[in-house]
């Protein structure tokens, strides 16, 4: 297996950006290759503020899918090298047939992209979202001791485990992908699902960092929270029992997501409503849109990214009063 971490290639991107005290948060959900949207916003945003993202956001947190992305920004990758990336390895990963070969292609993507690094090579705050399996409890893997909630004596940059570990257990969509063992510094084995399962929008855990952990007033915090998208379900063209139980189980998993999703917001609307967020992931309701996580069609996702592109075009003048 190549583990040869690609480079991140210079900058050409060169805006200052204004020393102005707010904590800047971005927030990426899961969704599988539906990613491809939230590629499509992020790659607005970082033209308009003409700087790579992790040199504007404080806090970059994700989940699953949004967990790949966000590590890769805190390294400072930038969205074009991102979306290479996603081309290649995504397409690959969701048309693997079984839930061992869909785990091994993740694997291959996620040890060719990190390699060894662990999160003390990060450059912005950030926070991959899991699951533990056998306590069905977060296990939220950060960077900073900055952003630790009590024990800070002991805390240790991820764990001690690498940006790979951590990422593909994010995605680890359990039963579709394998269930994914770390191994912590201290040689402890964590088993780990997909971090969708407790907060597929992890706009929550994020803000509970700036507030509780940096001690960041309210009035200073800005969230943008990117999600997939909404989409109608793909009709079935499928005639043997099992396949239409497959796409049934598939559709019941995207439901529950969709569902924690909506909660975690709704939850951030009440107990935050005077922090600003922007949330970006709109609904689209004509049959030609229909998807689902496990997308392998490029044309199809090259259209999901350009939903994201028009998603940020309606909120542009908002983004760059939070912004700049």
């Not at 939230?38 to 945003?45: F, N, R, S």
């Not at 949004?66 to 920004?73: D, H, S």
Request: glycine share 8%; aromatic share 8%; with cysteine.
């Amino acid at each position: 297996m190549d583990t040869t971490t690609p480079a991140v290639a210079p900058t050409k991107l060169s805006a200052e950006l204004p020393k102005d005290g707010l904590c800047r948060i971005l927030s990426l959900d899961g969704g599988g290759s539906k990613g491809f949207y939230t590629l499509g916003v992020l790659k607005e945003i970082e033209g308009m503020m003409n700087c790579p993202l992790y040199q504007l956001f404080d806090l970059v947190f994700g989940t699953s899918t949004g967990a790949i992305i966000a590590a890769l920004i805190a390294l400072g990758y930038e969205v074009d090298a991102i979306h290479s990336l996603y081309k290649e390895h995504v397409l690959k990963i969701m048309q693997a047939p079984s839930p061992e070969e869909k785990s091994e292609a993740l694997a291959k993507l996620a040890n060719t992209v990190f390699a060894d690094k662990k999160f003390d090579a990060v450059k912005t705050g950030v926070g991959i979202i899991t699951t533990k399996w056998a306590i069905e409890k977060p296990m939220i893997f950060k960077g900073n001791v900055a952003q630790a909630h009590g024990r800070a004596g002991n805390f240790v940059p991820g764990f001690g485990c690498t940006i790979s570990d951590a990422v593909q257990a994010s995605c680890s969509a359990f039963p579709y992908f394998e269930r994914k063992i770390v191994t912590t510094g201290e040689g402890d084995h964590v088993e780990l699902i997909d971090g969708g399962y407790c907060a597929n929008n992890p706009t929550l855990y994020a803000i509970a960092d700036a507030v509780v952990a940096l001690k960041i007033a309210h009035a200073d915090i800005r969230v943008v929270s990117v999600g997939v998208g909404v989409y109608p379900k793909p009709p079935s063209s499928l005639k043997m029992w099992f396949a239409k139980k497959f796409l049934k189980s598939v559709q019941l998993l995207e439901k529950t997501l969709e569902i924690n999703t909506q909660s975690m917001d709704q939850l951030r609307e009440i107990l935050f409503k005077d922090i600003p967020t922007i949330r970006i992931s709109d609904t689209f309701e004509k049959p030609d849109m229909a998807t689902d996580l496990f997308e392998h069609n490029l044309e199809k996702l090259n259209i999901l990214r350009q939903r994201g592109s028009e998603s940020f075009a309606s909120r542009e003048s908002q983004l760059k009063e939070f912004l700049l």
